[in-house]
């Protein structure tokens, strides 16, 4: 199934936000980033990634002396309190979720071994890529000094494959056109169950990584090739599911079982 329009897209800054949008459903891109449908619907992902990347930003934000478990405990009940537990599935859901990032949080965050500030923390930056003919932005949640060079850290609720390779071709294109630099370590970070996804990239990912990007740009340009995701997960998620069946006049889950 596809989206039926006649026209194509200009890019003219290809973003982290966008393609991680596109990535987890091109139909959810379409409706947000297309054609702006406004929405006040926020999930509990959306929210719960807001409050991660506050907690971490603050965090780091403290002296050494103050980079301890009860200041992260502080932080994460802080920014919890904003959140209103009906956006969840159930209490249960709620306490769940709450449970898991806290403990998560609390672990990586106190377990950092280095003391030095971090060069980016949630910097967002852009350069130009000749390549792509395409300005290409992202923002750097935690980068650090390293032996050889910096380590780039990302802070995600959760991650499957496909989202750990677009951050990894992103960050190394990005890196050595902005900066002239690979970074030593890439980390994803997922606080949900707690992983970390260790890359140490090498020049010939570059290539790999241009050719990644010039591919996301070509299939962002066409709407007319747009698939929906057969996933759940993420319709169950999403607050553009009314339209997306309009669109389609079917629902997601009849999706799933062709």
């Given amino acids: 199934m596809t989206i039926n329009k006649q ?3 200009s890019i003219q800054t290809m973003t982290d936000y966008h393609l991680e949008s596109f990535i987890k459903c091109p139909y959810r891109f379409y409706y947000q980033h297309v054609l702006s449908v406004n929405t006040r619907k926020i ?3 959306q929210a719960v990634q807001f409050i991660i990347n506050q907690v971490v930003h603050k965090f780091y934000q403290l002296t050494v002396e103050e980079q301890h478990k009860l200041s992260a405990l502080r932080l994460i009940e802080s920014q919890w309190s ?3 537990s009906s956006i969840f599935d159930s ?4 306490y769940q979720v709450l449970a898991q990032t806290t403990d998560h949080l609390l672990q990586l965050l106190t377990a950092k071994d280095t003391q ?3 060069i980016f923390l949630y910097e967002k930056l852009s350069t130009y890529i000749e390549e792509l003919e395409t300005q290409l932005s992202l923002t750097l949640d935690v980068t650090e000094w390293s032996e050889k060079s910096f380590t780039i850290k990302k802070f995600l609720l959760e991650a499957d494959e496909e989202m750990i390779h677009l951050y990894n071709h992103l960050i190394v294109v990005f890196s050595y056109k902005a900066f002239g630099k690979l970074p030593e370590k890439i980390e994803v970070v997922t606080l949900l169950k707690g992983e970390t996804f ?4 090498t020049v010939n990912d570059l290539v790999q990584g241009i050719m990644y990007l010039k ?3 070509k299939v962002l340009l066409d709407p007319t090739d ?7 997960k993420e319709c169950n998620s999403c607050p553009f599911v009314q339209e997306c069946e309009k669109s389609t006049g079917d629902s997601p889950e009849l999706d799933l079982l062709h």
């Fill in 198 to 201: 260790t890359y140490s990239p």
């Fill in 226 to 232: 747009y698939e929906r995701k057969s996933s759940i």
């Fill in 7 to 9: 026209f194509q897209i």
């Fill in 215 to 217: 591919y996301m740009k």
């Fill in 91 to 94: 209490k249960y859901h709620y």
């Fill in 82 to 84: 904003m959140i209103n």
């Fill in 116 to 118: 030095v500030p971090p």
């Fill in 43 to 45: 999930k509990w992902r």
